[in-house]
């Protein structure tokens, strides 16, 4: 290697700063995949979550949907026995009193 001109050195030294860049972008691709590995796992856990929320939340709409059936009954029956609570104390007012033309 003592033999060597100027121009084989300039040479050289391009071919290293070549093979430099090489390696630069040969480590930058590797960081890249590992980003993109990292994300498409982060991707799938989220995917995942969201799929357990939409479960939970269908189970929801369906046991607020049965609520709402059971209160649907009660408030009618409930009312039911208020009107026929109306209904009897009318009447029992109306006999006590007398009928207008009972006279």
């Known amino acids: 290697m003592g033999n060597m001109t100027s121009n084989e050195k300039t040479r050289l030294d391009r071919i290293e700063e ?3 860049k090489m390696a630069d972008a040969i480590v930058a691709l590797a960081r890249a995949e ?3 590995s990292n994300l498409d ?9 969201m799929v357990a929320q939409e479960e939970r939340m269908r189970y929801i709409e369906q046991q607020q949907a049965d609520a709402e059936g059971t209160l649907k009954t ?3 029956i409930a009312w039911t026995f208020v009107s026929a609570i109306v209904t009897g104390l009318g009447g ?3 006999w006590m009193l007398g009928l207008p033309g009972d006279k």
């Open 92 to 94: 029992a007012i109306i």
């Open 74 to 76: 009660i408030k009618s």
């Open 41 to 49: 796992e982060t991707t799938r856990i989220i995917l995942k979550r």
């Open 34 to 36: 590992e980003k993109i």
């Open 18 to 20: 070549k093979i430099d």
